[in-house]
C-alpha cells in the first residue's frame, strides 16, 4: 500500500520527534479521563465491544471507500486505526493525549503517529481526504462548529466515518464519567451534517442487543438516584467480561449488523450510531 500521507502537506506546525510521533508547538486539555487511556488499552484486544465496534466501522469504510488516508482524530491508543490499517486502508492518527499517541506508535505501531488537538495541529484547508472520528463529536461541547471545522480540513468528495453513543435517554453515570457532552440519535446525527452542508450518505443504530441491559444495569440506577462513581478496574471489569459475552446467538446478531451495514440497511435502534458523510465535490473551504 502506497502511502498517501504527508505531513508538510496537512501542516506546517508539525515536526517529527525522537520517537517516530508527530508534534504540533501547543496542546489544549479535552474532556477525556486521562486514566482511561491506560484502562482501554489493557481491554482493548479482548474486548466484544471494542472489537464489535471495530468491525462495523471497517464495513462501512469498504463499502464507501476513502479517496486516500483516513485521519484518525482523537483515536487514542490506535485500536481503530490499527483494524483500518490491518484490513488496506491507510490510516493516520490524531489524538491530543501523549499517553494514547506513545501507545499506539510504541506497542500498536501505527506508522503516522501526530500528537496534537484538532485545533493545535494547524491542518490546511482541503488537506485531508477522509476523517475518522470514533466515539469523539460527544467529548466536543460545541459539535456544529467542529462540524464546520471539518468540512474546512476536508478535501471536495471528502468522506467522514463516525461513531457516537445513541440515545441521549440512555444518559448514566459512565456518560458523566467519560466526559461526555450529550449522546444522539441518527436523526440529530444527519441534522447537524446536513446544516453544515455534508451530504449524509449513510446513518444507522448499531449494538441494538445491548439496549434493554444497558438500560436496565445503566440507565435506571442512574434515574433513581444511585450515583456512585466508577472506579477505573469496574470499567475493566465491565469490558473484561465482555470479551467472553458473546454467545453463538449473540455473535450471530452482531454478524447481522454487519450484514445490515453491507447491504446499506438500517438498524431502528442501538446503543450506538454509525453516520457516513461527504462534503459536496464543489464545496468551498468553509469556516475559518
Not at 6 to 28: C, K, N, V, Y
Not at 143 to 154: A, G, T
Request: aromatic share 12%; net charge neutral; charged share 20%.
Amino acid at each position: 500500500m502506497q502511502s498517501t500521507f504527508e505531513a508538510q502537506a496537512l501542516s506546517e506546525r508539525l515536526a517529527l520527534d525522537e520517537t517516530g510521533i508527530w508534534r504540533a508547538p501547543h496542546s489544549a486539555p479535552v474532556s477525556f479521563p486521562v486514566d482511561d487511556y491506560a484502562a482501554c488499552f489493557r481491554v482493548e484486544d479482548g474486548s466484544f465491544w471494542f472489537g464489535h465496534r471495530n468491525r462495523c466501522i471497517t464495513e462501512a469504510v469498504r463499502q464507501w471507500q476513502p479517496p486516500g488516508f483516513i485521519l484518525d482524530v482523537g483515536g487514542g491508543n490506535g485500536f481503530v486505526a490499527g483494524g483500518l490499517i490491518e484490513a488496506g486502508h491507510e490510516t493516520v492518527l490524531l489524538e491530543p493525549g501523549a499517553e494514547g499517541a506513545r501507545n499506539a506508535r510504541a506497542f500498536r505501531l501505527i506508522p503516522h503517529v501526530i500528537c496534537a488537538t484538532f485545533d493545535g495541529a494547524g491542518l490546511k484547508p482541503a488537506s485531508v481526504p477522509a476523517v475518522g472520528l470514533f466515539d469523539v463529536l460527544e467529548h466536543i461541547e460545541d459539535d456544529e462548529r467542529f462540524i464546520e471545522k471539518l468540512k474546512r480540513v476536508l478535501r471536495p468528495g471528502g468522506l467522514v466515518y463516525l461513531t457516537v453513543p445513541a440515545h441521549q435517554w440512555l444518559w448514566s453515570i459512565t456518560d458523566v464519567d467519560a466526559g461526555h457532552f450529550r449522546r444522539y440519535s441518527t436523526r440529530q446525527l444527519t441534522s447537524r451534517f446536513t446544516a453544515a452542508g455534508f451530504d449524509v450518505l449513510y446513518a444507522t443504530y448499531f449494538f441494538e442487543t445491548l439496549v434493554l441491559p444497558f438500560y436496565l444495569l445503566r440507565t435506571l440506577p442512574f434515574q433513581l438516584g444511585f450515583r456512585e462513581r466508577r472506579e477505573v478496574s469496574r470499567y475493566e471489569a465491565e469490558h473484561a467480561a465482555g470479551g467472553k459475552l458473546p454467545s453463538r446467538a449473540l455473535q450471530r446478531l452482531f454478524d447481522r449488523e454487519l450484514r445490515t451495514i453491507a447491504a446499506h440497511r438500517t438498524l431502528p435502534t442501538g446503543t450506538s450510531c454509525l453516520l457516513v458523510a461527504r462534503k459536496p465535490a464543489g464545496a468551498t473551504a468553509g469556516v475559518t
